[in-house]
């Protein structure tokens, strides 16, 4: 059974940085794609941005783009990622997800969630 731990969430200030952190049990996460959503209080959840396996095709929300950046440690089976320039509206619960396909941009491709980590940006 596949787990995901996520970790690196907290309090920032805007303009800070922050990285996450996704280590995966049970399944080597090196071959599905691995994304990184978040739910702000009152909100959908949103796709934020995902890597294939091979890490070549990576995405990105329109409003992360420039900001964020994914990346995976193969070795590790961990994915990662560097959020900068962090703002107030970056505030949700951010969940790792691995998707069985190279589309993952909707909770509807998602096969396996994290628990989530809050983050909180003030202003």
């Known amino acids: 059974q596949v787990q995901l731990v996520e970790s690196g969430g907290g309090l920032v200030q805007a303009g800070g940085s922050m990285r996450l952190s996704c280590a995966e049990s049970g399944r080597t996460f090196s071959r599905f794609t691995g994304g990184w959503f978040r739910q702000a209080p009152g909100k959908e959840r949103e796709f934020v941005a995902a890597i294939s396996w091979i890490g070549v095709n990576i995405e990105y929300a329109d409003s992360v783009k420039g900001r964020f950046t994914i990346s995976r440690d193969i070795a590790k089976n961990t994915l990662y990622l560097q959020m900068n320039s962090l703002k107030p509206e970056d505030t949700a619960v951010y969940y790792c997800?691995?998707?069985?396909?190279?589309?993952?941009?909707?909770?509807?491709?998602?096969?396996?969630w994290g628990q989530g980590t809050q983050v909180t940006v003030s202003s």
């Open positions: 997800a691995q998707c069985p396909s190279i589309i993952c941009r909707s909770s509807s491709h998602v096969g396996s």
